[in-house]
């Protein structure tokens, strides 16, 4: 009775191996190979659909893996270095920079940059965004650790974060506004194009872009560098990527950036975490009116805003067209390899067993290949890390507003007047670029330090340039 309850539960595999042990000898081999391969595995597939209906349900979570405990001389280091640095508030961003490493570098020195401009300190920010910058385009042009996540065998997120199209473009955004700040247009032009670029090549794909806000500040560094004709150029390229852009004038001397809400945040989906996609945040935006010297006044250097940017559209969009997330074809390797060990396991219990009974030594032989191939294909299975990489630069915004003016202003800072779902509220944006041709307001209605409770765990570093890279911001960085 025990014998019949065995077969009938694994009798995909018994008709596999009365198939093996008809067949000739020399073939045998492969051919339960080339049958385990074929083998059909929907209830993988329909337990994979399953999760996912079930997560189309509920709002998703982030799923960090387990991080390293930090070594105690790593964070005793860290928290020196970090001690050394004047602002007390950025302290724990240069601690985490020190314990992390190259390997998220880039994405800490953004976070660093972000916060340093906020705060004002257009120095600390220039040096954050350039090693920000300069990494980017080492990475993703050629970069050893990148091709070695591409591997079956390593976790996607042991590679040198570089960011999504949308991430590295706002890098090179960021840089952009800081070389302005430092009255330098043309080099701000420059970072502005290169945000365009950045945001028009994704892995695999080069496609075309749609980031209006891009163009639109290369026009507006044009202008402000004494190029009309080269300004009203890049509006058209912008209007081209974004119409909202044809009610924005690029040769006006004031512009107000005001940036709100934030930006989706990642998680992996699917049956192994493999799909790359993204959430909205469940936060009010508020909507930018207007930025005069001071609330309630009729002194307004911008009348209105449109909306320059949708971060949220340009994260889960290429070129305009909707992704509904980013696979990682590691997965479906992954689940075909459990697949193959299960099969192949019974294939070797079921043969051992008919040679126990039969004394049948081509079953027997059958059931150890059988053993044997199911150890090999489960070792496969658990070795390969398919687990999507959802680290993600989470001070960035969800909207960005964008206002220009006709009157320069002597005001070092402006009221923005918001609307927040009918609810009307003041927030500043301060000065950034103050120069004889023009000046930039900036401002946010989050403040960058305020979500670094979102960055995720600390990870301790592995990267073989870590003692290399810490000597490097020891001496670039501590004044």
């Not at 009203?232 to 119409?243: N, P, R, S, V």
């Not at 390899?337 to 099969?343: I, N, P």
Request: glycine share 10%.
């Amino acid at each position: 009775m025990m014998k019949r309850s065995f077969f009938r539960t694994h009798r995909g595999a018994a008709v596999l191996l009365a198939a093996v042990l008809a067949s000739p000898a020399q073939a045998q081999f492969g051919g339960m190979f080339q049958s385990l391969m074929q083998a059909p595995l929907q209830p993988a597939q329909q337990q994979a659909a399953a999760q996912a209906a079930a997560q189309g349900r509920a709002k998703p979570a982030r799923r960090w893996a387990p991080a390293a405990p930090v070594p105690p001389d790593t964070l005793a280091a860290a928290a020196v270095f970090a001690e050394r640095m004047p602002s007390v508030e950025l302290r724990p961003l240069f601690q985490r920079l020190y314990i992390e490493g190259e390997r998220n570098a880039t994405l800490n020195f953004q976070r660093i940059g972000m916060a340093a401009l906020s705060l004002g300190n257009i120095d600390l920010a220039e040096k954050a965004f350039d090693a920000a910058v300069t990494r980017i385009e080492m990475i993703y042009a050629d970069n050893p650790e990148a091709q070695k996540a591409k591997s079956l065998w390593t976790a996607e997120k042991i590679k040198d974060y570089k960011g999504e199209p949308y991430e590295r473009a706002m890098a090179h955004f960021y840089r952009g506004l800081v070389y302005a700040a430092k009255g330098d247009f043309q080099n701000a032009r420059a970072l502005f194009k290169q945000a365009d670029y950045q945001d028009t090549v994704a892995e695999a794909e080069q496609y075309a872009g749609d980031f209006g806000l891009m163009p639109f500040m290369a026009g507006w560094a044009s202008y402000c560098d004494g190029n009309t004709g080269m300004a009203q150029d890049f509006l058209q390229q912008a209007i081209k990527g974004d119409g909202n852009y044809s009610a924005v004038r690029v040769d006006q001397p004031v512009l107000v950036l005001f940036e709100s809400g934030r930006s989706p945040y990642k998680y992996g989906s699917g049956k192994s975490g493999e799909i790359l996609k993204w959430q909205s945040h469940e936060l009010p935006v508020p909507t930018a009116k207007s930025a005069c010297t001071a609330a309630g006044t009729l002194d307004c250097a911008v009348g209105s805003f449109v909306m320059g940017a949708d971060l949220g559209f340009q994260a889960t969009t290429r070129g305009g067209r909707p992704i509904d997330g980013v696979l990682n074809g590691k997965a479906s390797f992954k689940e075909g390899a459990q697949g193959v060990a299960t099969v192949a396991s019974a294939v070797g219990d079921i043969g051992l067993l008919a040679a126990a009974t039969t004394g049948n030594r081509d079953a027997a032989g059958i059931g150890m290949i059988g053993l044997f191939a199911g150890l090999v294909a489960q070792g496969m299975a658990n070795a390969t890390q398919a687990q999507a990489d959802i680290r993600d630069w989470e001070q960035l915004p969800a909207t960005i507003w964008v206002g220009t003016g006709a009157q320069k202003s002597a005001a070092s800072s402006l009221s923005v007047a918001l609307d927040t779902a009918g609810s009307a509220s003041q927030m500043t944006a301060a000065r950034l670029v103050n120069t004889p041709s023009c000046q930039l307001y900036w401002g946010r209605s989050l403040a960058p330090l305020s979500l670094q409770a979102e960055a995720g765990p600390i990870e301790p570093g592995a990267h073989p340039r870590d003692p290399v890279f810490r000597r490097e911001i020891e001496a670039s960085l501590v004044n």
